[in-house]
């Protein structure tokens, strides 16, 4: 099993900075993604920054250029640089993992911290 845990949220101005972090702990057989996630009020929870295991990285059309996704091996932790914030930037970002649980796992599973709340005033 994989635990995540996000930290790094909180208030700021719009055109100011966050950066997330989220530690994972545990193991799973095969780690095949990570990623960032967030939920605004009445919408649904959609991908914004994925990181895979080759390091490439893809990224949502509303966050390109101004989020930087990154990982830190030796520390376990994952990162979500955020620059350039926008009102609506504001939601809960929640961080993901997927991957295989076990050998014989016929299909992955996904792991989520309990996610942050991001809030951009304007």
């Known amino acids: 099993q994989v635990q995540l845990v996000e930290s790094g949220g909180g208030l700021v101005q719009a055109g100011g900075s966050l950066r997330l972090s989220c530690v994972a702990s545990?193991?799973?057989?095969?780690?095949?993604?990570m990623g960032w996630y967030r939920q605004a009020p009445g919408k649904q929870r959609e991908l914004i920054a994925g990181?895979?295991?080759?390091?490439?990285?893809t990224y949502a059309d509303s966050v390109k250029g101004r989020f930087t996704i990154s990982r830190d091996n030796a520390k376990n932790t994952m990162y979500l640089q955020m620059n350039s914030l926008k009102p609506e930037d504001t939601a809960v970002y929640y961080c993901?993992?997927?991957?295989?649980?076990?050998?014989?796992?016929?299909?992955?599973?996904?792991?989520w911290g309990q996610g942050t709340q991001v809030t951009v005033s304007s």
């Open positions: 993901n993992a997927n991957g295989l649980r076990t050998p014989w796992a016929v299909k992955t599973s996904d792991y």
């Open positions: 545990g193991s799973i057989f095969s780690l095949k993604s």
């Open positions: 990181l895979s295991t080759d390091g490439s990285t």
